[in-house]
């Protein structure tokens, strides 16, 4: 696959939205009852959809604005029209874009939440070492902590001796993917991990090199003291749910077509997407699926991520009632590297 120039920056740019950007804005009902404000505002967010949304083609736009203005009825002021801007972004039909009002924290549910839980790593016996990778939506300078930590954990037990790993990634919802792509990245090794394609083909690729996630290059989240595996290249064995989802998806992902690495329990959430950021003129924000994950072979998802052997059963943590972990660990003290 051949990385071209982008248009868009997924999930890493900001872009203010002053009004309208163009396009084919709409022009509300015939007798018009909402202000010019709350029409503005909202022809602002249907020009977003309109010019970057992964199903931009699919859409019949002139129908989809028309409904999207009956919603919003005799809207006054911006605000008026959220639930307008939900209604559009629930017919995209992506089931990842969503609307974020001003000054929330926290990007509305787009999956059902799963318990919290740290990140953890600890050494199974036999040379089996184990990393949990958590849900995690923080930025910045906590992200670049997270993947730090992730480094420090693998390395507390790659250091007792480790022939292969379990990574652990049920009930991952997602939120920032750049800090756990960095995190894992001693195991899942340097390189091309994975791309994003958008309906244009244009391709962004992102890699992890040197302790750091990177987007076309640029880094994103950055461990310090990067960690290197006294084993480099081990087999690695990944667990998925159905609570994977987003950037766990992502994560999921950066393993598919890895050499040794081999995927037990159930299939993903089903959002391999990628977002990115609009902001509107009140501080609102539309989180907009823009592109399609694929894997370091190109191929492509988008929906559900299949592990290559599905395991039922519940996480415990003990392979003795955790069936998804079992057959992960039993399948890696076969494998060559541990085995041999």
């Known amino acids: 696959m051949r990385a071209r120039a982008t248009r868009i920056a997924v999930g890493v740019l900001w872009i203010l939205i002053i009004g309208g950007c163009g396009g084919e804005s709409g022009t509300g009902p015939p007798e018009e009852k909402i202000s010019a404000a709350a029409k503005s505002y909202l022809n602002a967010a249907l020009d977003i959809m309109q010019a970057h949304s992964i199903n931009r ?17 005799a809207a006054q002021v911006p605000s008026d029209t959220y639930d307008a801007i939900r209604f559009g972004l629930g017919e995209l039909g992506d089931h990842h874009s969503h609307f974020r009002p001003p000054g929330a924290q926290l990007q ?9 839980r740290a990140p953890s790593a ?3 016996g036999e040379g089996i070492g184990y990393v949990s990778v ?9 992200a670049n902590q997270l993947a730090t930590d992730y480094h420090r954990m693998i390395e507390g037990v790659d250091t007792l001796g480790v022939c292969g790993w379990v ?13 756990m792509v960095a995190g894992v990245g001693p195991i899942v090794g340097e390189g091309v991990l994975g791309f994003f394609v958008d309906p244009d083909s244009v ?23 990067p960690y290197e595996l006294a084993l480099p290249d081990p087999p690695v064995a990944v667990i998925t749910d159905s ?15 890895r050499p040794d690495a081999r995927s037990f329990g159930r299939p993903t959430w089903g959002v391999s997407t990628a977002n990115s950021t609009f902001l509107l003129s009140d501080g609102a924000a539309l989180i907009l699926t823009v592109s399609t994950m694929a894997d370091r072979t190109g191929q492509l998802y988008g929906e559900k991520v299949i592990p290559d052997q599905l395991v039922d059963g519940p996480r415990t943590g003990d392979p003795e009632t955790d069936q998804p972990l079992a057959a992960s660990i039993d399948w890696l003290r076969e494998h060559p590297g541990c085995s041999g």
Request: aromatic residues 12%; glycine residues 12%.
């Open 57 to 73: 083609y699919k859409i019949d736009w002139p129908p989809f604005r028309a409904r999207a203005f009956e919603e919003a009825g």
């Open 108 to 116: 509305e549910a787009i999956v059902p939440q799963a318990p919290a």
């Open 122 to 124: 600890q050494h199974l």
């Open 134 to 142: 958590s849900a995690f939506s923080g930025s910045g300078d906590a």
């Open 167 to 179: 990574v652990d990634l049920r009930g991952n919802t997602g939120g920032n993917m750049w800090p």
């Open 203 to 225: 391709v962004k690729t992102w890699t992890y090199e040197s302790g750091g996630s990177r987007l076309d290059g640029y880094t994103i989240a950055q461990a310090s003291d």
């Open 243 to 257: 609570l994977t989802a987003s950037s766990g998806e992502a994560t999921t992902i950066a393993f598919r077509g």
